[in-house]
């Protein structure tokens, strides 16, 4: 009884596991060229930069768990960032609020088009992700064609540093466990995977595919509000260009963490450790002065690497 539970988390965990080991090992790496990475100020300045990256990644899982794909993601940070900024009010004590609404709204529309998009008018979601980036893209630089803006300090500070650097760290592990938890062990979560594995058979069932996979794209689309939101604290400022490389990273760190690219398999806890690895990877070319142009080499090389272990492990 005892091996079978033993083979069974295996089979379930066994690549969380191991991208988790591997994240170890890297750390351990990196700090033998770094005296400072294993420091508590290093870490805190590791999560600030990666959690943007952490949203958007997240919201690609929930999306690549019903087999579909978002490459509007970027767009999405970028005009939420946009918004958010074009409606902060620095000098009001609570100024803040109506930037946070219209970010969250503008998330929530951006996903919900996609999602219409793919699930009424029955289009292949890699082609309308593509075409939607190309309008949120040109929103956002319409709305704000130069960067520029301004933030509330109180705010920014408390989003970014409050509680000596530990607010970034509880909004992860809080909306980590609220994921985590929506995909492992919620009937949505259960008919996420079940459209990922066979959308026809999940039809079959009964389940409300186009309603699954439209709140998928939703949700998605508010986690990257999220991002853009913490972006404008970040940078007191917003951007509309911000967006450009967020959507392919965050395929590149979901698909490490061990999420399959056709569908139903993942976990957004191994998507967590697949963006620290991301970033640490290329913090590590930086520190040894590697070119950017190489940099984007490296990560091409890690998605194909995480795509040709996730092929072998379906296969097997």
Known sequence: MKQALNKNFWRRN??????????????????????DFFTLGNFKNLLRSSFPLLM?????????LTGGIDLSLGGIVALCNVVC??????DSAMGFIPALAAAVAAGVVCGAFNGLLITRGRLAPIIVTIATTAVFDGLALLLMPNPGGSVHRAFAKFLTRGLS?????????LILCLVRNL??????????????????????????????????YCLAGVLCAMAGIFLSA?????????????AMNAITATVVGGTAMTGAVGDPLGTIAGVFIISIINNMLNLFGVSSFYQFICQGLILIVALSLSAMHKRR
């Open 14 to 35: 066994g690549h969380t596991v191991t991208i988790y080991l591997f994240l170890a090992a890297l750390m351990v790496f990196v700090s033998v060229f770094n005296k």
């Open 56 to 64: 958007a990644a997240m919201g690609q899982t929930l999306v690549i």
């Open 85 to 90: 900024v074009m409606f902060m009010n620095p």
């Open 165 to 173: 650097g530990a607010v970034p760290f509880l909004l992860l592990v």
């Open 183 to 216: 995909t492992n062990s919620t009937p949505y979560g259960k008919a996420l995977r079940a459209i990922g594995g066979s959308e026809n058979a999940a039809y079959s069932t009964g389940i409300q595919v186009g309603r699954i996979k439209f709140w998928a």
């Open 234 to 246: 970040q940078m007191n400022s917003a951007d509309a260009t911000i967006g450009k490389n967020y």
